[in-house]
């Protein structure tokens, strides 16, 4: 029997890996010539990789309760985990893949916001995060220290600026013991049917790894995003992210906006070393053609675009996640085609010849796995706190709780530094127009409760 092309043979088991707070602009495979994730960027090279991938959530919570539940907000009966066990595969995962505090739940071991009918089995990957004895960093506070003794930690309000170097191997790291795990499944399950996840929790903070990882991204040698004159004047209020440099003391200290592009370059060339240990054992165990692979993030990142940092906000640098899809028997290549991350339940469920839920919002992505050139929907919407954003071919509109708006030409401008919503320009009105009228339709289709 073939399903949609595809041998149903040949798909018996899915690996679905997810990095955390890991914006796609970051990765070779997007176009980055600094950091090395030569791991990544091989799967890559046997997937379909997607270009123009967003997330619908902007923080940890709302986009993996997204993705995992193919619902734009909120949740359903069914999730991703709980569709292949109940359809007798063995359904686990390792680490994060609902919500965790991190560090929090990373320090404790504990399960976070995971929903247990998810899996047949789960576990966690502790680690001692900040409290890794070695170099300590906060980088906003100008401290340096190696100290144990009052390190910025859970809950604690200048966590988000932590990095730490220390000598080791990386083998006491929760990605590595995430890595680990999932070898030992693949081992174990290898002649079964599976569904294995594998949530890394890097790049997100606190940026700790052995030195020889920032040893390869020195500060001094980052460059700083460009920074436009007067850029925040025609960004709404409600468009602002919380963490600026004019408002955080990280402002203060460029060479320390340094520093962080140098740990999360090598938070996220420690975890890609992670993901490259689970492939090799995937290829060893000669898994590979029957395994459909995913590689995806939650969200992205602000490394000081536009002054902003962290994420939580509806611009292109948090919005836009890498993800890669490779099918056993199916053409790798690259898709401008846009997509979101609530596609990956119905994608993954055609794919295994499982019936697509009731539930799903999201659009299966067979047709351009099948075809790159093709397109399954218009656009993709992301949402924050009232605000949300339409983003398709050539556009980005956003609008926000009140009435304010951002409206961006993506070709001309995509770093988002003018925005067109406050300019008196006959050139964009039209189009400003027709945005606003797709956006209320497309709204309109998800609720028809929905008012304009």
């Known amino acids: 029997m073939v399903l949609s092309g595809i041998a149903q043979s040949k798909v018996r088991n899915v690996l679905f890996l997810i990095s955390d707070d890991l914006k796609a602009s970051v990765l070779g495979c997007y176009g980055n010539e600094v950091c090395k994730t030569s791991n990544i960027d091989k799967l890559a090279s046997r997937s379909l990789v997607f270009e123009r991938a967003y997330c619908q959530g902007t923080s940890c919570n709302p986009s993996r309760t ?48 995971d929903i247990p009918s998810s899996w047949t089995e789960r576990f966690n990957s502790k680690g001692l995060e900040a409290h890794t004895p070695g170099d300590y960093a906060c980088l906003n506070l100008n401290i340096f220290t190696k100290e144990l003794e009052g390190r910025q930690s859970t809950k604690m309000p200048h966590r988000m600026f932590v990095t730490v170097s220390y000598d080791g191997d990386g083998s006491d790291q929760p990605d590595h013991k995430t890595s680990t795990k999932i070898i030992d ?56 992210a919380s963490t600026r440099s004019g408002t955080n003391s990280i402002g203060k200290y460029p060479e320390n906006q340094k520093r962080m592009w140098s740990g999360y370059y090598a938070s996220t060339q420690f975890m890609d070393e992670q993901v490259g240990r ?3 054992e995937l290829d060893r165990l000669g898994l590979r053609d029957s395994t459909a692979i995913v590689f995806t993030s939650d969200h992205g990142y602000h490394l000081g675009e536009h002054t902003f940092w962290q994420k939580s906000n509806l611009h292109e640098e948090v919005l836009r996640v890498p993800l890669m899809i490779s099918v056993p028997g199916m053409k790798s290549g690259r898709t401008q085609s846009i997509v979101e991350l609530v596609d990956l339940m119905p994608t993954l469920a055609e794919i295994c010849d499982i019936n697509v839920p009731s539930t799903v919002q999201g659009k299966s992505l067979l047709p351009v796995l099948k075809n790159h050139s093709v397109s ?58 027709k945005m606003r009228s797709n956006f209320d339709k497309r709204l309109k289709i998800l609720d028809p409760k929905a008012k304009k």
């Open 66 to 113: 997204s993705l995992m539940h193919s619902r734009y907000m909120g949740k359903s009966d069914m999730n991703l985990g709980k569709l292949f066990r109940d359809n007798s595969y063995y359904s686990a995962r390792v680490g994060k893949i609902y919500h965790m505090r991190v560090p929090g739940d990373i320090i404790a071991g504990t399960d976070g916001l």
């Open 185 to 240: 499944l693949l081992r174990k399950h290898k002649d079964e049917p599976f569904f294995l996840a594998a949530g890394f929790v890097r790049p997100h903070y606190p940026m700790v790894q052995p030195k020889k990882y920032f040893d390869q991204y020195p500060y001094e040698k980052m460059k700083l995003p460009l920074q436009a004159p007067n850029d925040l004047q025609d960004i709404p209020k409600s468009g602002l």
């Open 376 to 433: 399954v929907k218009e656009g993709a919407l992301s949402f924050h706190r009232g605000g949300i954003s339409y983003r398709v071919n050539g556009w980005s509109y956003t609008r926000y709780k009140g009435g304010a708006e951002e409206f961006y030409d993506m070709k001309k401008d995509p770093e988002q530094f003018l925005n067109l919503a406050s300019q008196d320009d006959n050139k964009y009105i039209s189009q400003l127009k």
């Open 278 to 280: 689970i492939l090799d």
